[in-house]
């Protein structure tokens, strides 16, 4: 019993910025690594972003590096993606993923997010 919830999403303009945020919420024993993953209309779901929780290590897809940042708060279970110099290209629904333990698994398991729109535009 996993639930993921983000919030943020919305409508920006070109070279503007926007705020996502996600919390992991349920029986969670532990949680290895959460990131961002999104996906434009018509395309497949890509890699945006993650962060391991323990370490802090971040990792970028080439395309958001250098404009995205991601970043956690361990003790609220909760990842953040600040996006700037938002493009076009960035639009698409933006799904918060995790891969972490519950109180009854024996190893992680993959949890997704329902998604929040994020569109950029003129």
């Known amino acids: 019993q996993v639930q993921l919830v983000e919030s943020g999403g919305g409508l920006v303009q070109p070279g503007g910025s926007l705020r996502l945020s996600c919390a992991a919420s349920g029986i969670i024993f532990s949680i290895n690594t959460m990131g961002w993953f999104r996906q434009a209309p018509g395309k497949e779901r890509e890699f945006v972003a993650t962060i391991s929780w323990s370490g802090g290590n971040t990792y970028y897809a080439d395309s958001v590096k250098g404009r995205f940042t991601i970043s956690r708060d361990n003790a609220k279970n909760t990842v953040s993606l600040q996006m700037d110099s938002l493009t076009p290209e960035d639009t698409g629904v933006y799904y918060c993923?995790?891969?972490?333990?519950?109180?009854?698994?024996?190893?992680?398991?993959?949890?997704w997010g329902q998604g929040t729109q994020v569109t950029v535009s003129s």
């Open positions: 993923w995790a891969f972490l333990k519950t109180i009854w698994s024996a190893a992680d398991e993959n949890y």
